[in-house]
């Protein structure tokens, strides 16, 4: 391997970038902007080079890895390093920061705050983020994990809309009752690896090595799964994310539930279940039906939407019942399904609210009812809203769809008939994407639609562009994901000792080809 | 492994085993390849392509039926087992066990549906350069018609039910956006919306079946699945058919998912001959026989499959007998049509080559007769309305010989194409039993009724027109497919059954049987051929010779209820919408009252604020601020604590 700290970078350059932004005269809204997007390019691209040097074969081990000494008298560590898991997902959040600060260029300019201000607060949010994902040391995990919420709860509180303020202070009581959860639960774990070590630790891989007692491993597991259940969120946790997302700024809205709600679900795969894997098995059944409950009623209550940018909440809701169930399953489809689920999300909802936040902006409102016939005097806006939509309800050939099926499937092996419930989601998700297009971009256009909707600019497409790429050649090649992916759930399945049940009759070696 | 030998019994226990594609057919994307780029460059290039997109999508729907012709040929030169060849084009999916290539498959039975796709898409293509000559977006209807092509190769060439699927779906968003095609008419969006969630319902089944396939037989390839189908429980095997044909249900349009077809008709009518004829509804039937392996060792899900198919044919021949509509009468025949060859697969080796031979012959006629009809419209200012029609042969010779051949190859007079083919499924039907061998026969004489009910109706009788219609006879660009069409449904049935070919070339994939009969075959052909004149004769004398209400009559029961689709649509209102509406506006309303409301008591108890959230607002920071500090202090506290 090499000794390029990248991850350290990866963290530190964000932070840079947003004191570097912060230090720009009064009034630099431009070049804060230009030093923003320029610095998260210059991030993501790091990404990729170190995604390039990640080895594959090993995806199952934490790569990049560094540790430094940093509260040394209670062992912990500002250590960092990345499985394939992680490895995805911070390259899901790197990509999206340039995306978001492309597409949303005015949408802060004569807010209440300052644009400095903005595209700080964004930066700082990617450098937790990073950290939230690489973090090998529990303690520092659960920094990042509180800090995520400052520069969230400002972006919230500071830059959305009308009710503003309610969205971000509901935001940040959910979030903090978790995280005080989590953190009962964190010290009880430093307590436990005192008692079996001798020395207390944070670190990932010796906790996870420990075998602790089933009862303790019930409580500390309930604490760590309510703060990720908040977070990700299930139901009945969810009430908080439609009303942040749609107060949110696009921007905010896409960072918020594309990548932060992931660290919900990624915290369960990782933390839930290596760290207290019969407590997972314990509770298993439980999350299994609040995974499809949210599927399905997170469905309706979308279809039952008025309001755009609250029906795309709620199709999130649901699509982390999904993410949730291919977790729980227990089996390595139902895994990895979950773990390319969290990208595939992470890019269509992007979408979704980025092209949903160019109409909303253009017409003055985000009702459903206020639209029609878009699709008339905006083609290319439409043309690109239609192929989100049909991500978001996972159309085979585009991205989700490889991802919801193998939860599917991942589902269907071990508990059929949960399988069968959770398939009803697919129709359900038909009805409220196409519900949606069909209210806001067909039939005849009024007037007032006519006159203040106008088609993609070119900075625009420029920056959806990409996500739709991405949705499109994952969707037909998923396996670079799925190649990192598999050897580190595989770990986790080693972890929960769990297998994939084996087919009702054994398989003949298959074809003669080759 | 088998050869086949001549003899015309013949079951496909083990399917030949595919070899890797050489040579000449590791050009087997490209029949995908072309249309797909078509549709790319059409629709992401945008206006600059609207001068000449039309022709680069009948070229890229062209050149793929050149591939398929020299594939065709191709194959002939090969042994029988050695045609089913497998281009491997890339890994997939692969989790665990669960490895899904990107595999294509091309044997017997996928170059007959992709030589139908291709050469009748071309057709369509071609013919569709005229009638949407004047329509501003007629660059982006050939995008999604190179699309919709493109997908339905994909479906028919997939090596596994997973990419199968994937084809499928793109067939129903190539459906969806030309059934919407125009828009800003509320009706076509809301038919196109309607058309794909109804196929969503049927998609839930074959994803079902994909994952019962997984389960059962850990694995979802073709030969994966269908070597090991003998060793599976019928338990499973019954429910995957079941599930397999839940999905053959929704894109065949078979009931009870049948809603969608009638109103699909809001699209531009070349997309009715091309969801009718070559692509979309065959699916059903393309997916039921190609599952043969399964359906064999299931007979209780066989039988459903007959009682779909015979209940959807009689359902859409009596539709077709109420509607005035001249594509909506139409339609109706291609539900009973489709309920011909689903009857025929459920019937196992005896009737798949039937169904997929009657498929073929059908999408010669019933490609003939839509694009018949559009040239109709085209003439009558796009009315669709019989009963404002009539003696329109006088002006549009060619229409009327061309839907001639079609409404003849329908009836199944001979020497035209469906002659050969019904007959077979009426014979196969008759094996089976005496009631599903009647039905076939009443379905062919209703089917002669409404048929001749139509073209009287359109061609002969008295004028009934508006006072503002000139007909005429459509440009040569529309004519020359449509006479290309007449000239195959007039001959096509005999060539293809000329020495029992497409059976023979088809059995090494559906296996084949002769039916068994009580009676010869003559006297059988005799039977249905007097009940077909005795329909084609009642209708003739209540519409060519009794003069036609230009308003229709309020007519009796059967009569309004065939109009209202048989109550299809009334009952999904009430059974599904109306209720479902409900659900989810309670459910909206319980989210917000009583969820929220709860978590939002619980926490507010905790953090000991009431209502008045909101004016403590700017103190809130604060006291999250102060609520940091002390998580702060409380960590350090336990840590220490902990120490000690």
């Known amino acids: 391997m090499t000794t390029f700290p990248w991850l350290s970078v990866l963290v530190a350059a964000p932070l840079v970038g947003a004191i570097v932004v912060m230090l720009l005269p009064k009034g630099a809204d431009k070049l804060a902007k230009q030093v923003g997007l320029v610095l998260s390019v210059l991030v993501f691209a790091l990404t990729i080079v170190m995604a390039l040097r990640f080895d594959a074969g090993t995806a199952g081990d934490f790569q990049f890895g560094v540790a430094y000494d940093w509260i040394p008298a209670f062992g912990v560590k500002f250590a960092l390093g990345v499985d394939g898991i992680s490895l995805v997902l911070i390259a899901l959040s790197t990509s999206l920061v340039p995306i978001v600060l492309l597409a949303g260029w005015k949408d802060v300019d004569g807010s209440r705050g300052s644009v400095r201000g903005y595209i700080a607060l964004i930066l700082t949010l990617e450098a937790a983020m990073v950290g939230v994902f690489a973090a090998t040391d529990v303690f520092l995990f659960y920094v990042f994990f509180e800090a995520m919420l400052v520069p969230v709860y400002f972006l919230i509180g500071r830059y959305g809309g009308a009710r503003r303020s309610y969205a971000a202070m509901k935001f940040l009581l959910y979030s903090l009752f978790g995280g005080l959860l989590m953190l009962a639960s964190l010290i009880g774990l430093y307590v436990v690896s005192a008692q079996i070590t001798g020395t207390g630790t944070f670190d990932f891989s010796t906790l996870a090595g420990l075998s602790i007692d089933p009862t303790t491993q019930r409580w500390l597991f309930v604490g760590f799964f309510v703060a990720f259940a908040i977070k990700a969120p299930l139901v009945p946790f969810h009430t908080w994310l439609p009303d942040a997302a749609a107060e949110s700024t696009p921007g905010t809205a896409v960072l918020l539930v594309g990548v932060l709600d992931k660290v919900g679900t990624f915290g369960m795969l990782r933390y839930c279940l290596e760290l207290f894997p019969d407590a997972s098995r314990w509770a298993t059944p439980l999350v299994i039906v609040l995974a499809v409950i949210g599927i399905i009623y997170g469905a309706l209550v979308a279809i039952g939407q008025t309001d755009i940018k609250r029906l795309i909440a709620y199709t999130s809701v649901s699509h982390f019942g999904f993410i949730a169930l291919g977790v729980f399953v227990m089996t390595s489809q139902g895994q990895s399904g979950s773990s390319l689920y969290m990208v595939n999300h992470g890019f269509s909802t992007a979408a979704l609210f980025l092209i949903a936040g160019f109409l909303i902006s253009r017409r003055g409102s985000s009702l459903i009812a206020d639209f029609g016939g878009v699709q008339k005097v905006a083609p290319i806006l439409a043309g690109t809203f239609l192929v989100a939509g049909l991500s978001s309800l996972a159309l085979p050939g585009l991205s989700s769809f490889v991802s919801e099926f193998l939860v599917l499937v991942g589902t269907f092996e071990r508990y059929t008939w949960v399988g069968v419930i959770a398939t009803l989601g697919i129709v359900l998700a038909a009805i409220y994407v196409l519900l949606m297009y069909q209210r806001t971009m067909t039939g005849p256009t009024p007037d007032v639609v006519r006159e203040k909707v106008f088609d993609l600019s070119g900075r625009e497409v420029l920056a959806i562009a990409p996500l739709l790429v991405v949705i499109v050649a994952l969707g037909f090649y998923p396996k670079p994901v799925l190649d990192v992916v598999n050897p580190a759930v595989a770990r986790v399945m080693h972890a929960v000792n769990a297998t994939d049940p084996p087919p009702q009759v054994a398989p003949v070696a298959e074809g003669t080809a080759k | ?644």
């Open chain 2, 1 to 644: 492994m088998s050869t086949f030998s001549g003899a015309l019994t013949h079951a496909a226990d083990v399917a030949p085993a595919a070899v890797a594609a050489s040579g000449l057919f590791s050009l087997t994307w490209l029949l995908i390849g072309f249309p797909l780029a078509g549709a790319a460059v059409l629709l992401l290039w945008g206006r600059r392509s609207d001068k000449w997109g039309h022709w680069l999508g009948v070229l890229a729907s062209a050149a793929s039926f050149v591939v398929a012709v020299v594939l065709f040929f191709g194959m002939l030169g090969q042994a029988d087992d050695s045609r089913t060849v497998r281009q491997h084009l890339f890994d997939w999916i692969a989790v665990g066990t669960f490895n899904v290539p990107f595999d294509l498959r091309l044997d017997q039975l996928s170059i007959t549906f992709v030589l139908l796709i291709t050469g009748v898409g071309t057709l369509i293509h071609i013919y569709s350069v005229g009638y949407m000559s004047h329509d501003p977006e007629r660059r982006k209807f050939f995008g999604y018609l190179n699309l919709f092509v493109a997908s339905m190769l994909l479906l028919v060439l997939a090596d596994n039910f997973l990419l199968l699927y994937v084809g499928w779906e793109g067939v129903g968003l190539a459906s969806y956006l030309l059934i919407g095609f125009w828009f800003v008419k509320q009706s076509a969006a809301v038919a196109s919306k309607k058309a794909f969630i109804v196929n969503r319902v049927g998609d839930l089944g074959l994803s079902l079946a994909v994952m019962l396939m997984f389960i059962t037989f850990g694995s979802v390839t073709f030969d994966g699945v269908f070597a090991q189908a003998g060793s599976a429980s019928e338990s499973s095997l019954t429910w995957i058919g079941l599930a397999l044909l839940l999905g053959a249900c929704g894109k065949s349009a078979q009931f009870p998912l049948q809603s969608w077809l009638l109103d699909a008709m809001e699209g531009p009518t070349p997309v009715s001959a091309l969801i009718h004829a070559a692509t979309m509804v065959t699916a059903g039937v393309y997916l039921i026989v190609r599952s043969n392996a399964i359906f064999n060792a299931a007979p209780t899900a066989q039988t459903v499959v007959v009682i779909v198919g015979a209940i959807t044919l009689l359902m859409g021949a009596i539709i077709g007998c109420a509607k005035d509509d001249i594509k909506k009468a139409l339609a109706g025949s291609t539900m009973s049509q489709i309920g011909y060859m689903i009857l025929a697969a459920g019937l196992g080796p005896v009737g798949y080559a039937f169904a997929i031979f009657h498929l073929v012959v059908h999408g010669f006629f019933k490609a003939d007769m839509f694009l018949g009809a559009g040239s109709v419209m085209h003439a009558m200012n796009d009315q669709v309305g019989m009963r404002r029609f009539g003696t329109i042969r006088s002006w549009m010779i060619v229409t009327w010989i061309t839907f001639g051949a079609g409404y003849l190859a329908i009836l199944g007079i001979p020497p035209f194409a469906g002659f050969y083919s019904k007959d077979r499924i009426i014979e196969a039907a008759f094996s089976r039993g005496i009631v599903v061998g009647l039905v076939t026969v009443i379905g062919a004489g209703i089917t002669a009724f409404y048929m001749t009910r139509l073209f009287v109706m359109t061609f002969h009788g008295k004028k009934r027109w508006t006072d503002d219609v000139h007909p005429h006879e459509s440009p040569s660009i529309m004519v020359v497919p449509m006479a290309i069409l007449a000239v195959l449904s007039a001959l096509g049935g005999f060539l293809l059954a000329y020495n029992n070919a497409i059976f023979e070339w088809l059995a090494p994939v559906t296996g084949f049987e002769e039916p068994h009969l009580a009676i010869s075959s003559l006297g059988m052909e005799g039977i249905s051929l007097v009940v077909v004149i005795a329909g084609a004769a009642l209708g003739w004398f209540l519409y060519d010779r009794r003069p036609v209400a230009e308003i229709a009559p309020a007519g009796n029961f059967l009569t309004r209820a065939a109009r209202a689709d048989l109550y299809g649509d009334a009952v999904n209102e009430a059974v599904f919408m109306r209720p479902g509406q409900y659900l989810t506006r309670s459910l909206v309303w319980v989210d917000q009252r009583v969820v929220d409301g709860a978590v939002n008591g619980v926490a507010a108890t905790i953090g000991g604020l009431s209502g008045r959230a909101r004016r403590m607002q700017t103190g809130f920071t604060r006291s999250y601020a102060l609520s940091m500090l002390g998580g702060a202090a409380l960590v350090v506290a336990a840590l220490v604590l902990v120490r000690l």
